[in-house]
């Protein structure tokens, strides 16, 4: 149930792509405590963004989870943020990561919710 969607404006290679996919989908199972079968990730890249007026690289996260808490949302900002630095060279300050407790009847698997 673990959620995380990246856009940003630079463009990744698709071998690129395919692995930092895969990083994110540890990372937030490794952070939020669940089993990576329920992990999903997506990523949007080379897309048109400004932030602060210009347009140097950037992220927009979103990361949505069932029983996402607050001590657990500084520590996945900040394993995000090492992540985006090492893997594409955006600077923290030029990410925003929005960050969403889910109830588990509002969200829906396999034909059911997980409420």
């Known amino acids: 149930m673990p959620y995380l969607n990246l856009t940003t404006n ?3 290679s698709a071998t690129e792509t395919s692995e930092l996919l895969s990083q994110f989908s540890q990372l937030l199972a490794q952070k939020t405590g669940k089993p990576e079968s329920y992990v ?3 990523m949007t890249t080379d897309k048109p963004m400004l932030f602060a007026g210009n347009n140097k690289p ?3 996260i979103e990361c949505k989870s069932i029983g996402l808490s607050i001590s657990q949302t500084k520590p996945l900002a900040a394993a995000i943020c090492q992540l985006l630095q090492t893997t594409l060279q955006i600077d923290s300050e030029r990410v925003y ?3 969403s407790d889910c109830k588990a009847d509002y ?3 396999n034909s059911s919710t997980f409420g």
């Open 10 to 12: 630079i463009s990744v």
């Open 40 to 42: 999903m990730v997506e």
């Open 58 to 60: 950037l992220a927009y």
């Open 97 to 99: 990561i929005e960050f």
């Open 107 to 109: 969200w829906g698997w």
